[in-house]
């Protein structure tokens, strides 16, 4: 695999404007805007680098497979942050299904990977 440096700066800029975005949006006190800031903004990052900034060496057709997981993965994360933002919740739910999901997209990619090798 192989990093493009400048779309992995582009998706940690991005991430960090969505986390911001849901720390501005979530109206609770205390610590649950910081966690959804925090945690959305990690797991776009995640998802978003692996959509736009890996790319593999010799391609076999798990370029193109990991980018789709990867924006379906970003997608679902999104629309998890968002209803997140406009939904009051205690911190375990938000940690265990942002957790869920971002542990499975990796699960994901790996094996696309792994079945290339």
Not at 37 to 64: R, S
Request: overall charge neutral; glycine content about 14%; some cysteine.
């Amino acid at each position: 695999m192989r990093i493009n440096v400048v779309t992995l700066a582009v998706a940690l800029a991005l991430a960090a404007l969505a986390g911001y975005g849901f720390y501005v949006a979530n109206g609770a006190e205390g610590d649950v805007p910081l966690a959804n800031a925090l945690g959305g903004g990690i797991a776009l990052f995640v998802t978003l680098a692996g959509a736009i900034a890996l790319g593999t060496k010799e391609d076999k057709g798990g370029g193109p497979n990991i980018r789709i997981a990867s924006f379906v993965f970003f997608g679902v994360i999104l629309i998890e942050q968002i209803v997140f933002c406009f939904v009051s919740f205690s911190m375990a739910p938000y940690i265990i299904v942002t957790g869920v999901l971002l542990l499975v997209y990796v699960l994901i990619a790996y094996g696309i990977g792994k079945a290339l090798q």
